[in-house]
Every structure is written in C-alpha cells, then in structure tokens.
C-alpha cells in the first residue's frame, strides 16, 4: 500500500474501551496534538474496523485525531467472529450514540466528522441527528444504504463489470437461492456453525475487497479474506444491509436540509464500482454548498493514492478554522 501521499506515522497518545451498553465495549485511541482541532474518523464497512494509517490523513500537529472501532469489530467487544455473536444491539441508532457517548467523555465540544463508504453514510447520520456537534464533514466513497445502491454490488449489478469475481461470490450460494443473495448470505453468515459461516464470509469479503480498487490489490484481498476479519466484516455488514440501515429510502439526501450550513467536502472516484458515483452526485445536486471532489483515476479505496490525495487536501482545507 502506497502511502506516500499522506502525513507520516504517528502513535497514539491516549487509548481506551468506552462501556457504551449491551455489554459492548469500544475501543478508542487519540493521537496528534492534544489541543489541536478534534476530529472523528469513522471506518467503512459496517465492521471494517480501523487501522495504524488511517491517523494519516490528519496533520497531527494541528488536529487531535479520534479514531474507534465500531461495535463488534476491531479491537472492540465481543467480536462478531464468535460463532454465537448477537447483532441485536448493532444498529445505527446505537453507533450514532457511541459517537455521542465518546464525543462527551473525551470532553470534546464539537469536532470534524470525517467518514468513507459506509462511514459516509454514518457521518451523515449522525451531523443529522447531532448537527450542533459537527464543525466539518468530509465523506468518500458515498454511500446511503437505498435500495437501488444495494442491488447494484450484492445482487448482480456490479457484475456486468466483474463476472468472473462474481461466480465466486454466487459460488457458496445454491441456484435456487441466487435471486436473493443478500438473504442467502444472511442464513449463512448467522450459522454458527463455523463450517457453514466462515467460507460464506470469506466468499462476501473477498468479493469486495477485489472490486474496491481501480487495480486489483493483493495486500487488500489479503487483508480483507482473513477469516476472522472476514467473519465479522460480512455479518456485521450483511445485518445493516439486510435492515438497510434501519434507514428509510432516500434519508440520508432528503435529509440534508439539516446539515446544509455545515462546511463539507465530497469526494468520490470516478470508477468507483462498490458505492458508484449516481449516489455521491445526487447527494451534491441536493447539497451543491459542499464541495464536491470527483477524482478521474481511482475506484472506491481511500488507499488509492489519488482518494488520498483529496482526502489529505480537505483536511488541510479545515485543519485552521
């Protein structure tokens, strides 16, 4: 992974897990300057977790940067690669409270939310529910859950793009369930039967992670196929998709009214085959105060150097204000 593009590695100074209920714990850290501009990183997925450089689109001389592993995932607990794992208490409504809960206990005021893919969709749902909170918003890779959205990448769209991918994302799935793939993954994907949900999930994971770059990325297939990460990545994801969010269709842009006068920037890859840019430019036509960032070379991942890029231009954008 390229990161030259980006700020150089920095450690956190201040770690910790945060009870947020249900018996869920969520890790955090803090890194950067500790009076400097708060930020929030919100990771994709559902249940992507968060990693050493995602710390790097941030100048830590001027930004105290917070970044959390959202339920079930991550260093959080319990993981949701346990065979029996319970996602009745993993919804947006709750990681929307986290969000809050964390903001309140690192005695933060307001800070910048900055999110990619799914963690667009959470960034916006939270300034919505909480714009009072929120000083900028930076959203990648947008994505909001509608129906049109979900079909394309899990239920045959994507694949007139990558059919060969796709045989082996149908491949765990009998023909006579291939018409609804997302609710044919959801039965294996809660087995817990480790024979029957691990291969499930790495077939689910491996699909992403072979289509979320303009270029295939081996180290990212790697990354994303182990089977514990997998495993907690496609139930986590799987149970928002299945509930769509617990969102109702379009919320996400009809909602904007609420968070019109908060300084954004939207950035989205032209090629981006896993959330396509129909949904990053209907939310800039209902939204046309933020900046809208549309990079000419580049797929879905933030690890993409040009996503980078204009990442690491927006944050320098706000890191003064």
């Known amino acids: 992974?390229?990161?030259?593009?980006?700020?150089?590695?920095?450690?956190?100074?201040?770690?910790?897990?945060?009870?947020?209920?249900?018996?869920?714990?969520?890790?955090?850290?803090?890194?950067?300057?500790?009076?400097?501009?708060?930020?929030?990183?919100?990771?994709?997925?559902?249940?992507?977790?968060?990693?050493e450089w995602h710390r790097r689109f941030f100048d830590p001389e001027k930004y105290r940067i917070v970044l959390f592993d959202q339920r079930g995932c991550g260093r959080s607990?319990?993981?949701?690669?346990?065979?029996?794992?319970?996602?009745?208490?993993?919804?947006?409504?709750?990681?929307?409270?986290?969000?809050?809960?964390l903001r309140r206990n690192l005695g933060i005021a307001k800070w910048q939310v900055f999110g990619g893919s799914w963690g667009s969709a959470l960034a916006l749902a939270y300034a919505q529910a909480h714009p009072d909170a929120v000083t900028e918003l930076i959203l990648r890779g947008i994505f909001t859950l509608r129906r049109a959205e979900l079909e394309?990448?899990?239920?045959?769209?994507?694949?007139?793009?990558?059919?060969?991918?796709?045989?082996?994302?149908?491949?765990?799935?009998?023909?006579?369930?291939r018409n609804r793939m997302l609710e044919a993954y959801h039965r294996r994907?809660?087995?817990?039967?480790?024979?029957?949900?691990?291969?499930?999930?790495?077939?689910?994971?491996?699909w992403e992670a072979s289509t979320i770059t303009l270029r295939p990325d081996?180290?990212?297939?790697?990354?994303?196929?182990?089977?514990?990460?997998?495993?907690?990545?496609?139930?986590?994801?799987?149970?928002?998709?299945?509930?769509?969010?617990?969102?109702?269709?379009g919320q996400?842009?009809?909602g904007v009214e609420a968070i019109r006068h908060i300084p954004a920037v939207i950035v989205q890859g032209r090629y981006d085959a896993c959330t396509p840019m129909m949904t990053?430019?209907?939310?800039?036509?209902?939204?046309?105060?933020?900046?809208?960032?549309?990079?000419?070379?580049?797929?879905?991942a933030a690890s993409e150097p040009g996503i980078q890029r204009a990442l690491r231009g927006a944050t320098d954008r706000f890191a003064d204000d």
């Open 280 to 300: 990053a430019w209907d939310l800039h036509r209902a939204w046309p105060e933020a900046e809208f960032v549309m990079v000419e070379d580049a797929g879905h």
């Open 189 to 206: 994907l809660a087995d817990p039967d480790p024979a029957v949900h691990v291969p499930a999930a790495v077939a689910w994971s491996t």
């Open 152 to 177: 394309w990448f899990y239920e045959g769209g994507a694949a007139a793009l990558f059919p060969d991918l796709w045989e082996d994302f149908l491949a765990p799935i009998p023909v006579l369930e």
């Open 252 to 254: 996400l842009i009809a």
């Open 77 to 101: 607990t319990p993981h949701a690669s346990a065979p029996g794992a319970d996602l009745r208490f993993v919804t947006t409504a709750h990681l929307i409270a986290d969000l809050e809960l």
């Open 218 to 249: 081996a180290e990212t297939i790697a990354r994303m196929s182990e089977p514990e990460a997998a495993v907690a990545f496609a139930r986590i994801e799987n149970h928002f998709f299945v509930n769509r969010g617990w969102f109702s269709e």
């Open 1 to 51: 992974m390229n990161l030259d593009a980006l700020y150089p590695p920095i450690e956190p100074y201040d770690d910790g897990v945060l009870l947020v209920g249900d018996g869920h714990r969520v890790a955090w850290e803090v890194s950067g300057n500790p009076d400097g501009k708060p930020v929030v990183f919100l990771h994709g997925g559902p249940g992507a977790g968060t990693s």
